[in-house]
């Protein structure tokens, strides 16, 4: 047994507080929140049951991901149309470029902060 992996499993939560797994050997019954969302699902309130740990070496530390059990998990709350509305707000500012005012019909980077055409046209009048 690694050391890693002693130093992360603690199934009755004595060092941690939760009971904590190693990466990848966490109970049946539990799940991380991404993939309670896969499924249609959120935590719903609910107490954090454990946490899947794993080492990280560059850190020096851990990482954590924490585990809601899955039975009692709540259905995903649909969007109404009002949410609907102000993601397709959201996602339409992301695709207008602040400088020509056009919608370019993708995510503008936020590393330039303006469109494909308009970094061109920078580069162009640079050179």
Known sequence: MSHAYADCFDPTGARYGIP????????????????????????????IAAQVMRANRRAGGHQVAYLYRIDLAKPVRPMTSRKWGALALAMLARRTCPRCRQDVGYCIPRSYGICGACITATEQRAA
């Open 20 to 47: 904590a797994y190693p990466y990848r050997l966490a109970p049946p019954g539990l799940a991380t929140r991404r993939q309670l969302r896969a499924r249609g699902l959120r935590p719903g309130g609910q107490p």
